[in-house]
């Protein structure tokens, strides 16, 4: 089941923080973050595991709360580089390894 | 290192036909998946595999087929081409950050644009 993300799009100028959020039903192991930039494959961001632990991008930051099974992708002092779609993939408890459900994206625009 | 390639980039087919997308990995990872992103769905998982000889279907399977006889080629077979095929697919393979059950940090390659007539 996709987890759900919120807000399917925000427009922000350069220097302006967001929020884009994720969550899922599903009791989760993990929350991965992945840009997409038009006409180009996704890209790994970051990853959030149950526990704590965080592995990622240095300038992006996010945060996974376990028990309502939901993860927040902070933009912060936002670069027009930061355009694009991101897409949040759970890694549920009960599927294990590599069986990531990715939900359908938000769409950033950063303008000058 | 080329990472993840996929041939073909394009490709245009006819209802009924069989075609077989490629996808070849040079980093000895374990893992490789297909997805597909259609307009406002995002990603969905076609099939995956956690090794050669291993394959597992995902949440849209039907309508493909998968082999894993090496490391490092993962094949996409469509049996017989249907309209609602017309897709974009993408092929990863993964490493685990940790080690462990899902941290997987996927690598995606480029993509192949498929329309089905």
């Known amino acids: 089941q996709q987890p759900v993300q919120s807000p399917q799009a925000v427009i922000l100028r350069e220097g302006e923080d967001a929020v884009i959020n994720c969550s899922s039903s599903?009791?989760?192991?993990?929350v991965h973050w992945y840009r997409q930039k038009h006409g180009e494959a996704p890209v790994f961001l970051m990853i959030l595991l149950k526990g704590g632990e965080q592995k990622g991008h240095e300038k992006i930051s996010a945060s996974f709360n376990e028990k309502k099974q939901q993860s927040s992708l902070y933009l912060t002092a936002s670069q027009l580089s930061y355009s694009g779609t991101y897409f949040c993939?759970?890694?549920?408890?009960?599927?294990?390894?590599?069986?990531?459900?990715f939900g359908k994206g938000n769409q950033v625009v950063v303008i000058p | 290192n080329a990472g993840v390639t996929q041939t073909p980039k394009f490709q245009v087919l006819k209802t009924g036909q069989s075609m077989t997308l490629q996808c070849a990995q040079d980093m000895n990872h374990e893992y490789m998946s297909w997805y597909r992103q259609d307009p406002g769905m995002g990603l969905r998982l076609i099939h995956y595999s956690v090794g050669a000889g291993i394959t597992d279907q995902g949440e849209v399977p039907n309508g493909y087929n998968v082999s894993r006889s090496t490391t490092e080629d993962f094949p996409l077979r469509l049996l017989s081409a249907a309209p609602s095929q017309t897709s974009v697919y993408f092929c990863?393979?993964?490493?685990?950050?940790?080690?462990?059950?899902?941290?997987?940090?996927?690598?995606f390659g480029a993509g192949s644009r498929l329309t089905v007539l």
């Open positions: 993939g759970t890694g549920a408890v009960y599927y294990g390894n590599n069986r990531l459900a």
């Open positions: 599903k009791a989760l192991y993990s």
């Open positions: 990863a393979s993964s490493y685990s950050l940790t080690g462990g059950a899902g941290a997987n940090v996927l690598t």
